[in-house]
């Protein structure tokens, strides 16, 4: 998804860094997840790192692209209209995703089957991701593995 943010934000000359928009972030992973019943703590925990794995991706995809436009996406979806609207979508899901994961864990699993879970998920993405890819990915998993 970083990459599709960042096409639209290079198609609207907006900047990687968008300190508003991390807030919003922010203050709704706070309200979803007092909805599904996650502590608020980690919730915001868990994007305030996905916001810096995701800027990590963008900020490598600009350099790469900058020297290589051919590389850029042809297409440069509208950011307002398509693009956070379907991450908000997905934020929401992966919060739900968070709290179930914490409440299975607590009620009936061991963290080294969640470790297993992420480590399948790490290599499975491994010969089709390139090295920025994985890395990013690699900072977006750190709170899980801190949770187990």
Same mark, same amino acid.
């Given at each position: 998804m970083s990459d599709k943010v960042l096409a639209a934000k290079l198609g609207a000359s907006l900047p990687i860094d968008d300190a508003a928009r991390e807030q /919003?972030?922010? &203050?709704r992973a706070v309200a979803v997840s007092r909805k599904v019943g996650l502590d608020p703590a980690i919730g915001t925990g868990f994007f305030r790192v /996905?916001?810096?794995?995701s800027k990590l991706l963008q900020r490598g995809l600009h350099a790469l692209w900058s020297a290589h436009p051919g590389l850029a996406?042809?297409?440069?979806?509208?950011?307002?209209?398509?693009?956070?609207?379907?991450l908000d979508k997905l934020n929401d899901q992966l919060l739900h995703r968070v709290n179930v994961t914490i409440t299975e864990?607590? &009620?009936?699993?061991?963290g080294c /089957?969640? /470790?297993r879970v992420v480590d399948v998920i790490t290599a499975s993405?491994?010969?089709?991701w390139d090295s920025l890819h994985r890395?990013?990915?690699q900072v977006a998993l750190a709170p899980i593995r801190e949770w187990y």
């Open positions: /919003q972030v922010i &203050d /996905q916001i810096e794995a996406p042809a297409e440069t979806p509208d950011l307002d209209r398509d693009v956070r609207p379907a864990r607590r &009620d009936k699993f061991c /089957q969640i /470790q993405v491994a010969d089709h890395e990013a990915l």
